[in-house]
């Protein structure tokens, strides 16, 4: 079952950041610099303004989240971004994920594009989205929490821009 988060939500979805930011970033970026950005992103206080201020969707296992999804409001140019998916490894490859990317995008029906950005070494993440239509827009370096990384940019094109014929 895929729902909105509820404030009792919250130690799970710390539970399931920590596991899996745990496995799947355990050779690609240091386990301090992980457990830093994991506590000041996904304490108590933030895991609030992210329910207050964008939307956060649970997926349920026998009423137990093993995932969730975390994405933006539709911006001024009908743009949205994915900020977080993350599913517990032991649900990884159960369908999950495709559910909540399915309701974020009936969520955004009225968008242009939805963004996502992946660590480029996290071929499992990048082969999922593109398994899920997300297209692979551009490479980059950068820093995360000090640390260089390489990102990759994706986006999933809800609606094209329709071209006026004059």
Request: glycine share 4%.
């Amino acid at each position: 079952m895929i729902r909105p988060m509820t404030a009792k939500d919250s130690m799970h979805v710390q539970q399931i950041v920590f596991k899996t930011w745990s496995e799947t970033y355990k050779d690609i970026i240091p386990a301090e610099i992980q457990k830093n950005f994991i506590d000041r992103s996904y304490s108590e206080a933030m895991l609030l303004k992210r329910m207050e201020k964008t939307y956060v969707l649970v997926a349920e296992c026998e009423g137990i989240p093993v995932g969730f999804s975390n994405f933006t409001k539709i911006d001024s140019d009908g743009d949205s971004e994915l900020t977080a998916m993350y599913i517990l490894p032991s649900h990884q490859k159960m369908g999950y994920g495709k559910k909540l990317v399915e309701h974020v995008l009936a969520s955004l029906s009225d968008a242009q594009q939805l963004f996502v950005y992946v660590d480029e070494r996290n071929a499992i993440g990048r082969a999922f989205y593109e398994n899920q239509g997300f297209k692979l827009l551009d490479v980059f370096e950068e820093y995360f929490e000090g640390h260089p990384v390489v990102t990759a940019q994706y986006v999933f094109y809800i609606h094209s821009p329709v071209l006026a014929l004059h």
